[in-house]
Protein backbone atom coordinates (compact mmCIF):
# COMPACT_ATOMS: atom_id res chain seq x y z
CA UNK A 1 0.00 0.00 0.00
CA UNK A 2 2.67 2.22 0.86
CA UNK A 3 5.56 0.52 -0.91
CA UNK A 4 7.26 2.35 -4.19
CA UNK A 5 7.10 -0.10 -6.79
CA UNK A 6 9.95 1.90 -8.63
CA UNK A 7 12.54 4.36 -8.40
CA UNK A 8 11.21 7.31 -6.35
CA UNK A 9 12.41 9.96 -8.45
CA UNK A 10 10.26 8.20 -11.96
CA UNK A 11 7.13 9.70 -10.47
CA UNK A 12 8.63 13.13 -9.92
CA UNK A 13 10.01 12.94 -13.35
CA UNK A 14 6.51 11.56 -15.12
CA UNK A 15 4.59 14.43 -13.50
CA UNK A 16 7.31 17.37 -14.59
CA UNK A 17 7.23 15.90 -18.27
CA UNK A 18 3.25 15.58 -18.49
CA UNK A 19 3.14 18.88 -16.42
CA UNK A 20 5.36 20.71 -19.19
CA UNK A 21 3.59 18.92 -22.07
CA UNK A 22 0.10 20.02 -21.01
CA UNK A 23 1.20 23.49 -20.31
CA UNK A 24 2.53 23.99 -23.58
CA UNK A 25 -0.71 22.21 -25.39
CA UNK A 26 -3.16 24.22 -23.47
CA UNK A 27 -1.10 27.64 -23.71
CA UNK A 28 -1.19 27.06 -27.69
CA UNK A 29 -4.94 25.63 -27.74
CA UNK A 30 -6.53 29.63 -26.92
CA UNK A 31 -7.35 31.76 -24.47
CA UNK A 32 -10.45 30.46 -23.28
CA UNK A 33 -10.90 30.80 -19.36
CA UNK A 34 -12.82 28.04 -17.13
CA UNK A 35 -15.87 30.00 -17.92
CA UNK A 36 -15.87 30.23 -21.51
CA UNK A 37 -15.98 26.52 -21.53
CA UNK A 38 -17.85 24.83 -24.04
CA UNK A 39 -19.14 21.66 -23.60
CA UNK A 40 -16.44 20.49 -26.30
CA UNK A 41 -13.57 22.25 -24.09
CA UNK A 42 -14.57 20.58 -20.79
CA UNK A 43 -14.69 17.46 -22.82
CA UNK A 44 -11.38 17.72 -23.96
CA UNK A 45 -10.03 18.43 -20.47
CA UNK A 46 -11.45 15.56 -18.30
CA UNK A 47 -10.37 13.20 -21.10
CA UNK A 48 -6.85 15.14 -21.04
CA UNK A 49 -6.81 13.95 -17.47
CA UNK A 50 -7.69 10.40 -17.84
CA UNK A 51 -5.22 10.26 -21.06
CA UNK A 52 -2.33 11.15 -19.01
CA UNK A 53 -3.10 9.33 -15.50
CA UNK A 54 -0.98 6.10 -16.49
CA UNK A 55 1.38 7.92 -17.87
CA UNK A 56 1.82 10.17 -14.85
CA UNK A 57 1.58 6.98 -12.23
CA UNK A 58 3.49 4.75 -14.32
CA UNK A 59 1.36 1.72 -13.43
CA UNK A 60 2.18 2.83 -9.42
CA UNK A 61 -0.81 2.32 -7.35
CA UNK A 62 0.88 2.72 -3.87
CA UNK A 63 -0.45 5.79 -1.55
CA UNK A 64 2.79 6.80 -1.53
CA UNK A 65 2.80 6.81 -5.31
CA UNK A 66 0.34 9.38 -5.75
CA UNK A 67 0.60 11.53 -3.28
CA UNK A 68 4.14 12.11 -4.55
CA UNK A 69 2.96 12.64 -7.92
CA UNK A 70 0.56 14.88 -6.77
CA UNK A 71 3.07 16.76 -4.59
CA UNK A 72 5.14 17.56 -7.88
CA UNK A 73 1.99 18.73 -9.65
CA UNK A 74 1.78 21.61 -6.68
CA UNK A 75 4.98 22.30 -6.32
CA UNK A 76 5.36 22.65 -10.17
CA UNK A 77 1.91 24.98 -10.43
CA UNK A 78 4.10 26.97 -6.82
CA UNK A 79 7.05 27.60 -9.05
CA UNK A 80 5.60 28.47 -11.92
CA UNK A 81 3.41 31.25 -10.31
CA UNK A 82 6.28 32.21 -8.23
CA UNK A 83 8.31 32.40 -11.24
CA UNK A 84 5.94 34.32 -13.46
CA UNK A 85 5.35 36.93 -10.72
CA UNK A 86 8.31 37.90 -10.67
CA UNK A 87 9.48 37.57 -14.40
CA UNK A 88 7.59 39.84 -17.08
CA UNK A 89 9.58 37.98 -19.83
CA UNK A 90 8.46 34.57 -18.66
CA UNK A 91 4.47 35.74 -17.77
CA UNK A 92 4.17 36.65 -21.38
CA UNK A 93 5.42 33.67 -22.40
CA UNK A 94 3.16 31.45 -20.03
CA UNK A 95 0.14 33.59 -19.98
CA UNK A 96 0.67 35.40 -23.59
CA UNK A 97 0.16 39.41 -24.08
CA UNK A 98 -3.41 41.31 -24.45
CA UNK A 99 -4.33 42.09 -27.93
CA UNK A 100 -6.71 44.90 -29.63
CA UNK A 101 -9.70 43.22 -31.19
CA UNK A 102 -11.31 46.52 -32.07
CA UNK A 103 -11.12 50.30 -31.78
CA UNK A 104 -12.95 53.38 -31.84
CA UNK A 105 -16.17 51.97 -32.96
CA UNK A 106 -14.70 49.20 -35.24
CA UNK A 107 -14.42 45.46 -34.70
CA UNK A 108 -11.23 43.54 -36.50
CA UNK A 109 -12.51 40.51 -37.59
CA UNK A 110 -9.58 39.17 -38.43
CA UNK A 111 -7.84 39.13 -34.96
CA UNK A 112 -11.05 37.39 -33.59
CA UNK A 113 -10.94 34.96 -36.37
CA UNK A 114 -7.24 34.47 -35.41
CA UNK A 115 -7.95 33.66 -31.77
CA UNK A 116 -10.83 31.90 -32.14
CA UNK A 117 -13.09 34.12 -30.88
CA UNK A 118 -16.79 34.30 -31.93
CA UNK A 119 -18.20 37.92 -32.44
CA UNK A 120 -21.15 36.97 -29.82
CA UNK A 121 -18.22 37.07 -27.49
CA UNK A 122 -17.02 40.55 -27.75
CA UNK A 123 -20.88 41.86 -28.45
CA UNK A 124 -21.65 39.91 -24.77
CA UNK A 125 -18.73 41.84 -23.48
CA UNK A 126 -20.04 45.19 -24.73
CA UNK A 127 -23.44 44.34 -23.25
CA UNK A 128 -21.55 43.61 -20.02
CA UNK A 129 -20.02 47.11 -20.24
CA UNK A 130 -23.29 48.85 -21.09
CA UNK A 131 -21.59 50.15 -24.57
CA UNK A 132 -22.65 50.04 -27.91
CA UNK A 133 -20.39 49.09 -30.75
CA UNK A 134 -20.15 52.84 -31.74
CA UNK A 135 -18.94 54.09 -28.31
CA UNK A 136 -16.22 51.37 -27.86
CA UNK A 137 -12.90 53.17 -27.47
CA UNK A 138 -11.01 49.69 -27.26
CA UNK A 139 -12.06 46.10 -26.97
CA UNK A 140 -9.10 43.76 -26.06
CA UNK A 141 -8.77 40.27 -25.45
CA UNK A 142 -6.83 39.52 -21.81
CA UNK A 143 -4.22 37.24 -21.85
CA UNK A 144 -6.78 35.27 -19.66
CA UNK A 145 -9.18 35.00 -22.21
CA UNK A 146 -11.45 37.83 -21.30
CA UNK A 147 -12.60 41.03 -23.18
CA UNK A 148 -12.59 43.99 -21.78
CA UNK A 149 -13.84 47.22 -23.43
CA UNK A 150 -12.88 50.81 -22.84
CA UNK A 151 -16.15 52.97 -23.73
CA UNK A 152 -15.56 56.14 -25.77
CA UNK A 153 -15.74 59.04 -23.24
CA UNK A 154 -17.36 62.26 -24.06
CA UNK A 155 -15.61 65.35 -22.20
CA UNK A 156 -18.35 68.04 -21.14
CA UNK A 157 -18.01 70.99 -22.54
CA UNK A 158 -16.24 74.04 -20.39
CA UNK A 159 -17.78 75.85 -18.18
CA UNK A 160 -17.06 79.42 -18.90
CA UNK A 161 -15.60 80.81 -16.36
CA UNK A 162 -16.71 83.65 -14.03
CA UNK A 163 -13.73 85.46 -13.18
CA UNK A 164 -13.07 89.03 -13.31
Known amino acids: MFELQSAWWELPLRAVIIYGALLAMVRVSGRR ?3 QFTPFDLLV ?9 SGLSGGEESVTGGLLAAATLVALNVLVAFATSRSARLQTLMEGRPVL ?15 RIPLGDLEQALREADCEQADMKYACLEADGKISIL ?6 PLAPSGGH
Not at 45 to 53: D, H, Q, R
Not at 103 to 114: M, Q, S
Not at 151 to 156: D, G, H, L, R
Open 33 to 35: TVG
Open 101 to 115: VGRDGKVFGEVLKKH
Open 45 to 53: VMLLSESVS
Open 151 to 156: KETSSP
